[in-house]
Structure formats: structure tokens, C-alpha cells
């Protein structure tokens, strides 16, 4: 968890920059500031599955002021305001984009301006400028958002785990903790692996084998015939395929049971959607744990 909260806080530091960036003289351009994009996806989606583990703490009933109530004050407020920030930015961004904002495109690395696919000619560098600042100023505004909303959702889930533990510490019969070096991976880090990994096969895999058959085909067949479909049939099964593996794999894997510290094991099948149950049964005490809700 710490690792994507690190992430978290280096994507909220670099959007930060990019943004600021955008209003400068010499803003970035889309191209060179992607990752950032891809990288939401990386930190979001294990704050969204530390989110939905477990019951709040017993006992003192937590008043829900905020979207993360774990995490600090402080954090959560700055959350409003990115939100708020990331909302106004969009809308004023979008306007300008439309309304305001010659339609640039990029050819042979440089910026032209065309009209009905025609060459009308090469953009200047105030056009250049302009275009760059405010398409980098409209992603930037929501990646700030994201990155932000990552890790304060990552550092309320931590702190909840924390006390959860502290809750069952106190409730806890000895007999029945399990005895042996309990297994390394938590719940939620044996969930995030399995989701994320399936994610990267479901995309990663069906790339590399349409890449790797075209390739083959074209040095087989010197002429376009109608085999040339085959990489493309190939994408969606090999995507389907590929989403079955990491269930498989990570099966034999067990995460640490939040009762009893014991072996639990994932029962469920391929990751669909952050509506898949993932139901893990513990060998040690019987319990069975669904990591992606309650
Ligand atoms: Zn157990």
C-alpha cells in the first residue's frame, strides 16, 4: 500500500507541475506528459479495493463528514477543493478548446493546421503555444484530482486497518489465532495484484500476439489475402484468454486471513468489473472473506 501511495504522491507532484506548466511560457504538450494519464488507473484502482474492505470500526460509530473519514482533515479538504478546481477547470478548459482554440494536428511532428483533411498551413508558435496550454491545462486540472483523491483514499484505508486490527486484538480468543508464520500478502494486496495483473493480460497479451501474427503473416504472405483477418479475430479471444490467467496463477497464492492471520485462498473466477465478488476462504479457520465489498 505504501508503494502506491508513494505512486499517488508523485503523480499529484508531477500533475501539479504539468499544470502549473500551463500557464508558464513553455507548456508541455500531451505527448510528453501521458504516463500521467496511464497512471491513474495504476494508484486508482487499489484505493477503490481498499475502500470496500471491511465494516468500519466497532464500537464508537465514525461520523461521516467526509468521503474518506480515516484520513485527515486537512487531506480531505483539499480534496473539495481539487474537485471543485478540476470541475471549473474542465468546463472553462472545454469552452476554450471549442470555441476559442485553432484545431491544430500534428503532422511528421509538426503543427499544421488543416481544414477538411486539407493542408491549409504550419501553425505558429503563439498557435502552438496556446493549444498546448490548454489541452495540457484541462487533463492536468483532473489528474490533480485523481492523484489527490488516490491517496487520501489510500492513507484512510491504512488508518482503518489499523484500527480494525486494534478492534480485533481486544476481541480476540488466542486458541483460535493460527500458529504458524502467517502469509505475507493482505487481503487487499493479494486482491489489487489479481485485479491489476488481469487488467495487464486483458490488454497486454491480445497487443503482443495480434503484433507478433501480423508480423508473421506479413513475412509469410507477401500479398494481403484474406488470412489477414486472423490477427484481428485473434484480439478478442486472446483477451479473454489471457483475463484467465492471473486467477489461476494467484489461486495458489494465500493472502493473509483478516480473522485469524491463517491461509486464505481465492475461490472466485476471472475478474470482471469492480463488481466481481472476489470471495477468499481461509484453510485455517473457515471463513470466508469477499475482498470486494461488505
Ligand atoms: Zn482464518
Redesign the pocket.
Known sequence: MVFFMLLALIGFVASVVVHAESWGPRPLDINQTWPLHVGIFVVFIPMILGQKRGPGPTGKRVQRTSNFPNAPEWMNMLLSICGAYAVINLLLGVILLIGFTPDLKQRDGRYVIEKNRTFIRAATAEEVRVYRSRSGRVFSGHWMLFYWASLTGLIDARRRATLQQADRDRAFVPAGR?MHTPPRLSLWAHSTMLTLATVVCFFGVPLVVCIGLMMLLDRLLPKPTILNIIPVLALPLSALFAARIPPRLLRRIPAR?P????R?YYQGGTFYGSNTPLPYR?I????ITDASDN
Not at 480473522?259 to 491463517?262: A, E, L, S
Not at 485455517?284 to 471463513?287: A, F, I, N, Q, S
Open positions: 493460527y486471513c480473522v485469524c492471520d491463517g486464505a481461509c485455517d479457520c473457515g471463513e
